[in-house]
């Protein structure tokens, strides 16, 4: 199984996705690693990606997806995901991909990208973030005001991993 973890920057993905694929023993990729330098270059200076610049970064994860999926591995992925349209290239028809959403409110967001050092995405950006976001369905929510021990600990014992 595939878990992907959701949400807008500064939500806790990828502290959350290294502490369950720490304690799952299971792989972790950051889809921000994935980004095109041009995609970071434009996030850097306050530009927001359009789709169309997403599109090729999705095309990325997805592609990623695929072979872990066909190699039958494990692993949390850290991707914003914010759009139902995005979750469906990532999940594709397979049932073995998992969103877990991370849903926090724009202030506390905020404050903690504020805190945030040495990552490409401004809290300029966190606005527009919100405004696309489109939050999933089919997803396991979690509120991100709990500490990422308590969300990890909720997301093991919830999905019985």
Request: include cysteine; aromatic fraction near 6%.
């Amino acid at each position: 199984m595939l878990i992907i973890m959701t949400g807008v920057s500064g939500s806790g993905k990828t502290t959350i996705g290294r502490m369950l694929a720490e304690k799952l023993d299971r792989q972790f990729i950051d889809a921000d690693d994935l980004h095109s330098e041009d995609a970071v270059n434009k996030m850097k200076n306050g530009i927001a990606l359009t789709d169309d610049d997403r599109l090729p970064w999705l095309k990325t994860i997805r592609t990623i997806i695929s072979k872990m999926l066909d190699g039958n591995i494990n692993a949390i992925i850290a991707c914003s995901a914010l759009k139902k349209s995005y979750r469906q290239i990532l999940r594709g028809d397979n049932d073995n991909v998992l969103f877990v959403f991370l849903k926090g409110d724009f202030d506390l967001v905020e404050k903690r990208l504020a805190q945030r050092k040495g990552h490409f995405m401004p809290a300029s950006l966190l606005a527009g973030q919100f405004a696309d976001l489109e939050e999933p369905a089919d997803a396991l929510v979690l509120d991100i005001s709990q500490t990422p021990a308590e969300i990890a600990r909720f997301i093991i014992d919830k999905l019985e991993l």
